[in-house]
């Protein structure tokens, strides 16, 4: 597999705002790629300058090799785009829209025939190939906007928050979509402020904030680095000096890497152990005579794990963008 | 070798154009397909004959009454009356024109803007210049069918002679141009402006400075041209023996 988007310190300033600051990111091909962060992280500005609809301030992307910057026009062949926000020409039929689309690239009259019966037929709304687009609901028209991306054949796919706005059975039948486009060879970049929507569908995740990517890599390399790397934290009984007692003695213990006093009395443990370590761990804190209030290991799902990247940083240096 | 070689560069040369008509071509159908839906534009087309019909066997019967009264001869008379039909049907077409062509631009570029399509246009391949010369052809190919549906009826004013077909043929040409003109007028600030509402109240505006403004400067230097600088404007009240005024326009205060 090669890498198919390519960011390098992408930069995008508005009126000196910087949305974007020194993003990078690689894409394989073939995958399904979550870019996860906060509301205003940066992702829609990212993928509108892969999309070729913004220019960066400074920094270089490239889709199939391709400089967004330098090559618009050859760039717009291999992506197709789908905004967060969009509206449909309403007053046109199913068939005449992707028509148009399909006429927008330059399609000959028989291949956008054979491209609208199948493209429907993908997005399961071939029964509606007459009605007109003001008509369908609105989870119906996410998936014809999903297929007028489609109709030039893409190589990637650039998804702006495609779920948000539908109920949960057209999320799910949006996911089974995304993943028929895989197994047809699509590379997709998708991107939600909702890390669970994506957790399940993605191969490799960037989480986002502040225009920064603050980790990336395969979801499952992502998860077993948090869990190396997981977070304990303990309350003690007794005000700050006690506190101060314990964290010297969590300090010493193995399996703890690293031992934190925050100002508000709780101690924060980098923990390299297991659940049965965290259990002797406790046993042993008790038996010495600390008096434990609370114990508790940060969750381990991808979703603490965001929060704690978008809130504190990276816990412990335990999560790098480093691929 | 050169002999293959000169085929393909021409090729690739003729590209871009190749790419910017079948652009063209694409906003074109999409946007005549909305237009030409269902019976509105048959009916608005049917509609407007009428209402032209109507019109022009008003000013028929008008000067009918007038021109035959005071006029000498029969054929003279006929001449007249085509003149003044003519004349008249051309004006109100101008009017609709002036009126219908930056109506039908005002909003082309901006309701894409508001109803949030004009990203899913801006990243197919199609270019700038295709997406606004397929607006305006679209735009105008509807005006145009008006103005061309009414030449039949205007052919009327041949059976009462005075006017020459190369004159019709000018007439034409010059609603054409206007169309054309007027129709980018309201394509241009549909670009510029956020809000077809504002697009549309500065479309309007500059379409008035290009009318009425226009024929207020030209009023205007006309009468300060011919009459020069005569002490006339200077005196508190027209001379009743004015000899630009007729016995039939002098002021009633004259007596």
Redesign the interface.
């Known amino acids: 597999m090669s890498t198919i988007v390519r960011v390098d310190g992408l930069v995008k300033h508005y009126d000196g705002v910087a949305a974007v600051d020194g993003l990078d990111l690689q894409v394989e091909e073939g995958e399904i790629f979550g870019l996860v962060g906060p509301n205003g992280a940066g992702k829609t500005t990212t993928l509108r300058i892969l999309a070729t609809l913004l220019e960066p301030t400074a920094g270089e992307a490239e889709i199939a090799g391709l400089s967004v910057r330098r090559n618009p026009a050859a760039v717009r062949r291999v992506l197709g785009f789908m905004p967060d926000v969009f509206g449909v020409y309403d007053d046109m039929k199913v068939w005449e829209y992707l028509d148009f689309f399909g006429r927008c690239y330059g399609l000959s009259a028989d291949r956008r025939r054979r491209m609208i019966g199948d493209l429907l037929e993908l997005v399961d709304l071939a029964d509606k190939r007459d009605a007109y687009v003001a008509e369908l609901s609105r989870g119906m028209q996410q998936r014809l906007c999903l297929a007028h991306a489609l109709v030039h054949d893409p190589a990637v796919l650039l998804l702006d928050e495609p779920a948000s706005g539908l109920d949960p059975r057209a999320r799910v039948e949006l996911r089974e979509l995304l993943r028929e486009l895989r197994s047809l060879g699509k590379t997709i970049l998708i991107s939600s402020h909702i890390l669970p929507e994506l957790e399940e569908l993605c191969s490799s995740i960037a989480i986002i904030d502040h225009g920064r990517v603050l980790a990336q890599g395969r979801v499952a390399e992502i998860e077993a680095r948090l869990r190396l790397g997981s977070v304990l934290r303990i309350r003690t009984v007794g005000g700050l000096p006690t506190a101060e007692e314990a964290r010297a003695w969590f300090a010493e213990q193995p399996a703890v890497a690293a031992a934190e006093l925050l100002p508000d009395g709780t101690i924060e443990l980098g923990f390299t152990g297991d659940d049965a370590a965290a259990a002797d761990l406790l046993a042993a804190a008790v038996g010495a005579g600390h008096r434990i209030a609370t114990f508790a290991r940060a969750a381990s799902d991808l979703e603490e794990l965001f929060l704690q990247v978008t809130a504190n940083g990276l816990p412990g240096g335990a999560i790098g963008g480093d691929r | 070798m050169t002999s293959l070689t000169l085929p393909g560069s021409a090729l690739r040369r003729a590209a871009p154009f190749a790419?910017a008509f079948?652009?063209i071509?694409?906003i074109g159908?999409?946007e005549l397909?909305?237009r030409m839906?269902g019976r509105r534009a048959f009916v608005v087309l049917t509609v407007y004959l009428a209402l032209l019909a109507l019109f022009g066997w008003m000013v028929y019967l008008m000067n009918e009454r007038t021109v035959v009264s005071y006029l000498g001869t029969a054929a003279f008379a006929s001449a007249q009356i085509g003149r003044e039909i003519f004349k008249a049907l051309l004006i109100l077409e101008t009017v609709l024109v002036v009126f219908l062509a930056p109506s039908f631009t005002a909003g082309a570029i901006s309701l894409e803007r508001e109803?949030?399509?004009l990203?899913?246009?801006?990243?197919?391949?199609?270019s700038s210049l295709a997406i606004v010369l397929g607006k305006l052809a679209s735009a105008l190919a509807y005006l145009f069918l008006l103005i061309v549906a009414s030449i039949p009826l205007m052919a009327i004013v041949f059976v009462f002679g005075g006017v020459a077909p190369d004159d019709v043929v000018r007439g034409y040409l010059v609603l054409a141009t206007t169309a054309v003109g007027l129709g980018s007028v309201g394509l241009f600030f549909s670009a510029l402006a956020r809000r077809t509402q504002a697009a549309t109240v500065l479309t309007y505006f500059t379409v008035l400075a290009l009318t009425a403004g226009t024929t207020f400067v030209f009023a205007f230097w006309s009468i300060m041209a011919s009459s020069g600088s005569s002490s006339l404007a200077l005196r508190p009240r027209p001379s009743c023996r004015s000899p630009t005024s007729g016995g039939a326009r002098r002021p009633p205060s004259c007596g």
């Not at chain 2, 990203?119 to 199609?126: G, N």
Request: proline share 5%; charged share 25%.
């Open positions: 790419g079948a652009g071509v694409a159908t999409k397909r909305g839906r109803k949030q399509t990203d899913l246009l801006a990243v197919t391949p199609i």
